[in-house]
């Protein structure tokens, strides 16, 4: 069965710390700390989605559900 390109392939582990990571780049981001850390907002949203499109492309899945 093929899976599609937003199937979710992120375990619960990798998307918290997608979620902490992306906040906390943000957070710096915020306080001027450097304009870089926006880039914070891939991993936040990748995290809250549960799906990763890089993951899609090499075959990875962090996910202890088969698909």
Same mark, same amino acid.
């Given at each position: 069965? &093929?899976?599609?390109?937003f199937? *979710?392939?992120? #375990?619960? =582990?990798? *998307?918290?710390?997608? %979620?902490?990571?992306? =906040?906390f /780049? @943000?957070? %710096? &981001? %915020?306080?001027?700390?450097? &304009?870089? #850390? !926006? @880039?914070?907002? %891939?991993?936040?949203?990748? #995290? /809250?989605?549960?799906?990763?499109?890089? !993951?899609s492309?090499l075959? @990875?899945?962090?996910?202890?559900?088969?698909q």
């Amino acid at each position: 069965m &093929a899976t599609s390109f937003f199937s *979710r392939n992120e #375990g619960s =582990l990798d *998307r918290t710390l997608r %979620v902490v990571v992306g =906040l906390f /780049l @943000i957070g %710096v &981001a %915020v306080t001027g700390r450097g &304009a870089w #850390g !926006y @880039i914070g907002v %891939v991993p936040l949203l990748t #995290g /809250l989605m549960g799906t990763c499109p890089l !993951y899609s492309l090499l075959g @990875i899945n962090t996910c202890g559900l088969k698909q």
